[in-house]
């Protein structure tokens, strides 16, 4: 059995994707979210999404410049990104004096979609 879908959890993170990044595709409008660990963040929109490669399900919450970035591309109406490609990368950056790694969201455009 390989137990590689029992070594990550529910929420995609960037130390899951590979080095140039993966695919995703957008599975429904999404839903608010408040993050108990983090109420500083206030509250986002978490997606399912399906990464291409490995065919798992998982969360995806968008912070302010993700959302700017994916409403540019398809429009402000969540609904309207359901079946949409993302290209998912892993980045590290710089929080407060501290390297996080994160994942920055790019709408794929250029698969026609």
């Known amino acids: 059995m390989d137990v590689s879908k029992f070594m990550s959890g529910d929420w995609v993170v960037a130390r899951d994707l590979p080095p140039m990044g993966e695919t995703a595709t957008i599975l429904n ?11 500083t963040w206030g509250k986002r929109i978490r997606l399912l999404i399906e990464l291409n490669a490995s065919k798992q399900h998982k969360y995806l919450t968008l912070n302010k410049v993700a959302l700017s970035e994916i ?7 969540s ?18 004096g501290e390297i996080k790694q994160l994942v920055n969201i790019i709408p794929n455009t250029r698969l026609g979609n």
């Open 71 to 77: 409403s540019k591309a398809w429009g402000k109406e």
């Open 79 to 96: 609904k309207n990104w359901v079946g949409k490609n993302v290209l998912l990368m892993p980045v590290s950056q710089s929080i407060r």
């Open 29 to 39: 409008e999404g839903e608010e979210y408040a993050n108990e660990a983090n109420p």
